[in-house]
């Protein structure tokens, strides 16, 4: 068993059985609180950014290409750190990344007047415990085990203890429209 940032891919379902989702990473807004930007829209005509080659850069130079507009700016960095010192230090003005990362980056205080502004236009990543094909017992076990989390109220507990809810609640782990 293995309990790991996993995305449950098809490609990866070949060689290893996938739990339930267990976790959501959702892709956030987080941008300086003086920018004006409030969502994915109201990022037109500014300067933002993120690591070069990142799944999230990739999501926002789409965003920013969409608008079409030349004062949009899209900037690259070498890592994330890099990202939140340009954000820092005002040479952009917001960022795509993940809740867990934003909520840890405002609560160090190490750049004051950021926030998190709402949920960035990229489908939504679910991690899956994984097991070996052939544990169907345990696997079954596992489900079992991560349903009550979300039933008893233990997995929004622990999201906000470990995440936060700046970001929002704890997102669901269900597919709309494919399992409930």
């Known amino acids: ?35 004006g930007i409030a969502s994915a829209e109201t990022m037109k005509g500014h300067a933002v950014g993120g690591p070069a080659g990142a799944y999230e850069t990739l999501a926002l130079e789409k965003t920013v ?13 070498q890592s994330q750190s890099d990202t939140f010192l340009a954000l820092g230090e005002k040479k952009i003005d ?5 809740p867990v990362i934003a909520t840890n980056l405002i609560r160090s205080g190490k750049y004051p007047g950021l926030k998190i502004v709402g949920d960035a236009p990229v489908a939504p ?20 085990f991560l349903n ?25 782990l269900t597919v709309p429209g494919t399992y409930r």
């Open 1 to 35: 068993m293995g309990i790991a940032v996993a995305s449950d891919t098809l490609e990866r379902a070949r060689t290893i059985g996938f739990s339930i989702p267990y976790f959501v990473f959702k892709t956030i807004i987080l941008a300086r609180e003086d920018s």
């Open 65 to 77: 290409h969409g608008f079409g507009d030349p004062g949009s700016k899209i900037l690259t960095f």
């Open 94 to 98: 917001a960022t795509y990344t993940t």
């Open 125 to 144: 990543d679910y991690c899956a415990f994984l097991i070996a094909r052939q544990e169907q017992g345990l696997l079954n076990y596992v489900n079992l």
């Open 148 to 172: 009550r989390q979300v039933r008893s109220g233990r997995y929004a507990e622990l999201y906000a203890k470990w995440v936060g809810t700046e970001g929002g609640p704890a997102p669901s």
